[in-house]
């Protein structure tokens, strides 16, 4: 049997941690999370809203206009049902990362939903390396994730926006 001193001190070091881990935490102030890295710069808080299912930093940036630009490109691209399949890969592969194009290479295009950009467009999330667009076509609003390849951005996937899949 343990002494109740010790049974005591265990169940105050139980409380703490219970209580230190439901307790809502400060943001840090002057981190890398709010101030950026030499690898990624500080981006302006506030200006986009948090990622949704956490996958990015809560701290989200202004994106980088040629993000924007890649994604538009690529969905332009792709939205051609139309094509035969290897000019439809043949406009789309140029705005991919090389593994996501090597998967589109066997896509037939005739069961692309889209035909063609409607809407407004928009950045969802934004870091150095990483923005998502949802991009509004015919078909729906679909969110293209660009990822920073060197100087270049490029698509690495393209699905339904998550707003959009909710309905």
């Keep these: 049997m343990t002494p109740r001193?010790?049974?005591?001190?265990?169940?105050?070091?139980a409380t703490l941690l219970l209580t230190a881990c439901a307790a809502p935490q400060p943001a840090p102030t002057g981190s890398a999370a709010t101030t950026g890295t030499?690898?990624?710069?500080?981006?302006?808080?506030?200006?986009?809203?948090?990622?949704?299912?956490?996958?990015?930093p809560a701290t989200a940036g202004t994106a980088d206009p040629a993000a924007m630009t890649?994604?538009?490109?690529?969905?332009?691209?792709?939205?051609?049902?139309?094509l035969p399949?290897?000019?439809?890969w043949a406009g789309v592969r140029p705005y991919a990362v090389p593994a996501y194009a090597d998967l589109l290479a066997t896509v037939d295009p005739a069961n692309v939903p889209a035909t063609r950009l409607a809407g407004a467009h928009r950045v969802v999330?934004?870091?150095?390396?990483?923005?998502?667009?949802?991009?509004?076509?015919?078909?729906?609003?679909?969110?293209?994730?660009?990822l920073r390849s060197g100087p270049r951005w490029?698509?690495?996937?393209?699905?339904?926006?998550?707003?959009?899949?909710?309905r």
């Design 85 to 88: 399949a290897a000019t439809w």
């Design 125 to 146: 999330t934004a870091t150095a390396q990483r923005v998502d667009v949802d991009v509004s076509t015919d078909a729906g609003v679909l969110r293209a994730v660009c």
């Design 154 to 166: 490029l698509v690495a996937t393209l699905g339904v926006a998550q707003k959009a899949a909710a």
């Design 38 to 56: 030499a690898a990624e710069p500080a981006l302006p808080a506030g200006t986009l809203p948090a990622d949704p299912d956490g996958v990015l």
């Design 5 to 13: 001193p010790v049974r005591a001190a265990i169940a105050g070091v």
């Design 70 to 82: 890649t994604a538009l490109r690529f969905v332009r691209a792709w939205a051609r049902p139309d």
